[in-house]
């Protein structure tokens, strides 16, 4: 979501129902305000889930999403009681208000590219016998092992699509080129399996289905990490300086395509998320992270805030952290913050004494490590 959008959503809202209206993004950034020194100011994530109705906020919070994905918040700071049963209208305007917007400037998508936004958004399995034959009218054979390969170009739809006066070309023809830069690349690393499939998935998002029939997926993977600033590197400009990519396992038919894109797509944004941009992330290598980034928010910000909120020393915090980048190894973590050994030993019992779980006892070693990964992942 833009600032324009968001501009347009919350004068809309307020002229609708009054109240005082901020629109956030995705982020929580808030855009859009009738009070300006809140604009740009960052609403926290956590406080914009809504999940336990337990929790009572000062606040109304309405997310709105197009197609699959989250676009950002509509913050009501009136009292919520009075707005509660207006939640479903505020929600369906606002979205229909989204949906509008990307209509008027989107680009007309390819064959290819069409093809694979319908397998990815198709909620109706009746549908799958007509993917399967616009599969084959376009010439790919779904029983080839591809794995999808995600590229994040940050700032491609505002600087080149949402963006129309500073340039001439067509927006159709600026997709077209980025795929071809990818697939140029791509062809030149992998001379062989050739039988790939290039598409534009709106956004910022390009995907790439590698084909994977000759080379083991291991091979693939490491070659695609390796020279992932190669790959590229013909994508990036003044306009784009950040890429990101994820990589999803190899699989075959239609569901195998779907599945390996969103392992792709779950690994790109939970990567961004812990470790930041520029940067290539596999679905294997996520590990907890692939359970902790699914399910009901609030649950685990509270399991992680039970045992971490206490922690308020810096000192503990860095030394918890790198005790823990170092596989619990005293002599090496003491060594990395060059501090004394025991210095080390004395910040870890009082971790404990202060979290009360001991990080030197593997089973609650485990447990701060989680509420850890859930603060960093959850509250980013």
């Given at each position: ?24 993004d995705s982020?929580?950034?808030i855009?859009?305000?009738d ?15 809504n ?14 999403s ?9 913050i ?66 779904l ?9 994040h ?7 080149y ?24 690349t ?14 534009y ?13 000759s080379?083991s ?57 812990m ?19 699914q ?11 039970q ?8 000192d ?19 060594e990395k913050?060059g ?8 910040r ?15 089973d ?17």
């Amino acid at each position: 979501m833009d600032k324009i959008l968001a501009e347009k959503i919350q004068i809309y809202i307020t002229n609708l129902i009054g109240g005082q209206i901020n629109v956030a993004d995705s982020k929580g950034i808030i855009l859009a305000s009738d009070t300006k020194a809140e604009i740009n100011t960052k609403f926290e994530l956590r406080d914009l889930e809504n999940d336990d109705p337990n929790i009572i906020r000062p606040y109304l919070v309405v997310a709105l999403s197009n197609s699959l994905e989250n676009e950002g918040y509509v913050i009501i700071k009136d009292d919520p009681q009075k707005y509660l049963s207006q939640t479903p209208l505020i929600k369906s305007l606002a979205e229909l208000l989204i949906q509008q917007h990307y209509e008027s400037i989107k680009p007309d998508l390819d064959s290819t590219d069409k093809f694979i936004c319908s397998l990815m958004y198709n909620k109706d399995p009746n549908k799958f016998d007509y993917l399967a034959s616009q599969a084959k009218v376009l010439g790919y054979r779904l029983d080839i092992p591809r794995m999808a390969f995600i590229i994040h170009l940050d700032g491609f739809w505002n600087n080149y699509l949402n963006n129309n006066i500073e340039f001439t070309d067509e927006k159709e023809s600026i997709i077209l080129r980025k795929k071809h830069d990818l697939e140029k690349t791509i062809a030149g690393f992998f001379t062989k399996d050739t039988e790939n499939i290039t598409a534009y998935m709106g956004q910022d998002k390009f995907v790439l289905f590698k084909d994977v029939k000759s080379n083991s997926e291991e091979k693939v993977i490491q070659l695609l990490k390796d020279n992932f600033k190669a790959i590229v590197a013909p994508m990036v400009n003044f306009n784009i300086s950040k890429v990101t990519a994820g990589i999803g396992r190899s699989r075959t038919g239609l569901i195998g395509l779907i599945r390996s894109c969103k392992e792709a797509d779950e690994a790109l944004v939970l990567g961004q998320k812990m470790w930041g941009d520029n940067q290539v992330y596999t679905y294997n290598e996520l590990g907890l992270l692939s359970i902790i980034g699914q399910g009901a928010k609030d649950k685990k910000l509270f399991f992680s805030d039970q045992i971490l909120s206490k922690l308020e020393d810096p000192d503990l915090v860095k030394t918890l952290q790198y005790f823990f980048d170092q596989n619990l190894n005293l002599t090496q973590t003491s060594e990395k913050l060059g501090i004394h050994r025991n210095t080390v030993i004395y910040r870890l019992d009082q971790i404990a004494k202060t979290i009360g779980k001991d990080p030197r006892n593997f089973d609650q070693a485990v447990e701060i490590k989680m509420a850890l990964l859930v603060d960093k992942l959850l509250n980013t």
